[in-house]
């Protein structure tokens, strides 16, 4: 099969020859000595020849995609602690909120119950301490027996644990007072932007709703998180592993932004494999202090191997061929002149080889016809 393809390649030079006229034979032909050829001025296949110059690699640069994603170190999903009915909405996506300020109200009789929990604990603990300080002195006088007194005693005790029980139950609502008006202040935990808002008025809300269109999915009511700071999620495949450390530094590009780059780090890197797709979630983040970037929105990742450039050239890779298990270039070393080299080579990619030794920055090596080139060397070491 390779001596077919020889012959057909030595054909097309010869056609290529002779369709150009009474001026070819005035010519000579091509002349090998040893590993070199050498083409006359003006010869038919010379022309047929295409050259590159072999450039300096550039750092190579492996590329993931993947998604934002909210910080969650930064986020808070809001939900509802109480089962009741939502009575005003106080904020919009966008807007700007501080720690503690109120998202929501909602009537709720839960909440009241806690509320009138904590209003009687009150009063139960004012009335504890006021027998304890009349059975003490009763005590003190000779008019009550000790027993009374380590009732008492028990009686406050009891009191005061009763109404730290209520307090904390409140605190865990986001409560300040004991009023009894069953209306729970909906509060943000943290200071950040509503990101997303799933709650209206008049609408139902509890603990444990699950909308049916998400199945064992909990939407939360509020999404508050800060925007300027995003994580971003890869999708990196199991032969990358090694290569991909957290710490990394990488550049993201987004569609929106054709023109921008944005700097991120490797965050950590995914415990285990996904079955199907075998590959690895591995987590960086992203500063967006612009706003530029959002939520969810399909990112490309740059991660660059090393610093600076590798050592040796890159060439297209058409410019080599393969003879027994040894790789070959064909520099042309003067017009018209061209020398046979080995080569090493290292990894390919998008269609160009790199030359670890053989090839020097600015040498012009043949990418069309070198096959014909190898093929009149091989005939001359035969003849």
């Known amino acids: 099969m390779r001596r077919v393809i020889w012959c057909l390649l030595a054909l097309a030079w010869l056609a290529l020859a002779c369709g150009t006229g009474t001026k070819t034979d005035e010519l000579p032909g091509p002349q090998v000595e040893g590993d070199h050829v050498v083409i006359a001025e003006g010869s038919p296949q010379l022309a047929a020849l295409s050259l590159d110059e072999a450039r300096p690699r550039s750092t190579p640069v492996r590329q993931y995609t993947g998604r934002l994603a909210w910080n969650d170190d930064v986020t808070v999903r809001v939900y509802s602690p109480v089962a009741g009915r939502v009575r005003d909405v106080k ?41 304890l300080a009349r059975q003490r002195d009763l005590f003190a006088h000779g008019a009550a027996a000790r027993k009374d007194v380590d009732a008492a005693e028990a009686d406050y005790a009891r009191a005061v644990a009763e109404q730290q029980r209520t307090q904390a139950h409140l605190r865990l609502f986001g409560a300040r007072d004991t009023t009894v008006d069953q209306l729970l202040p909906l509060r943000s935990p943290v200071a950040g932007m509503i990101a997303e808002r799933a709650v209206s008025p008049g609408q139902e809300v509890r603990p444990d709703q699950i909308l049916a269109s998400e199945a064992q999915v909990l939407r939360p009511l509020f999404v508050v998180t800060d925007p300027t700071r995003l994580w971003v999620w890869l999708d990196v495949a199991e032969v990358d592993l090694a290569q991909l450390q957290p710490g990394e ?20 890197v995914g415990a285990s494999l ?19 970037l959002k939520s969810e929105m399909y990112i490309t990742a740059d991660v660059t191997d090393g610093e600076g450039a590798p050592p040796g050239v890159e060439l297209p890779s058409k410019a080599l061929f393969l003879e027994g298990e040894q790789r070959f270039v064909f520099v042309e070393e003067a017009p018209g002149r061209f020398r046979r080299q080995p080569v090493t080579v290292g990894p390919e990619r998008g269609g160009r080889s790199a030359v670890l030794e053989g090839v020097k920055a600015g ?20 003849g």
Request: net charge positive; no cysteine; glycine share 10%.
């Open 274 to 292: 996904d079955p199907a797709t075998r590959t690895v979630r591995v987590r960086g983040s992203v500063a967006n202090p612009e706003g530029l």
């Open 249 to 268: 530094s990488i550049s993201l590009r987004a569609r929106a932004y054709p023109d921008r780059r944005f700097d991120g780090v490797i965050d950590l």
């Open 91 to 131: 904020v919009n996506v966008g807007e700007r909120v501080t720690g503690g300020q109120t998202l929501a109200s909602i009537s709720s009789p839960d909440f009241g119950q806690a509320q009138a929990d904590a209003r009687a604990a009150d009063g139960q603990l004012r009335l504890a301490e006021r027998t």
């Open 363 to 382: 040498q012009r090596v043949v990418t069309e016809g070198n096959l014909l080139l190898e093929q009149l060397v091989n005939g001359a070491a035969k």
